[in-house]
């Protein structure tokens, strides 16, 4: 009986209810990550992020810490005004709606499987999240 019991608790934490509130998929060789764009943070002036000065520099957060990294901002805008941009860094919470998130794949082409991806669901929105925005400007 315990045996079973074990047996149950391994395979329900191998498979989640819900894959795509996951930030992290690691079912098979490909180790797939969910990422955020600070900059698309500053260029949608979203209300969570915080900025403050130390030794001289500008640096920004996330006050949700949907990303726990505090960035340089001059730093920042000296990458974006590059081709390459700053970059995206790896979620440690669930992403808001308003935040521009993407699926990485940290060994795609070397791991990938026959039949592709494993758990595909990991790569959907979030319920919860939008799937499309909406906005409206109102004029006088």
């Known amino acids: 009986m315990a045996a ?11 498979i989640p209810l819900r894959p795509q509130d996951e930030l992290e998929c690691r079912r098979c060789g490909v180790h797939c990550d969910k990422v955020v764009y600070p900059s698309a943070c500053l260029e949608n002036a979203c209300p969570f992020v915080y900025a403050f000065e130390e030794f001289g520099h500008t640096y920004i957060g996330c006050m949700q810490k949907v990303f726990d990294a505090e960035i340089d901002l001059d730093l920042l805008r000296a990458a974006e005004r590059t081709n390459a941009g700053f970059g995206a860094i790896r979620t440690v919470r669930t992403p ?35 799937t499309f925005k909406i906005v409206a400007r109102i004029a006088d």
């Open 96 to 130: 808001l709606p308003m935040c521009r998130v993407e699926t990485e794949e940290c060994y795609g082409s070397e791991r990938s499987g026959e039949l592709g991806c494993v758990n595909p669901e990991f790569h959907e929105l979030p319920a919860a999240s939008p």
């Open 4 to 14: 079973q019991f074990q047996r149950a608790e391994t395979a329900r934490a191998a």
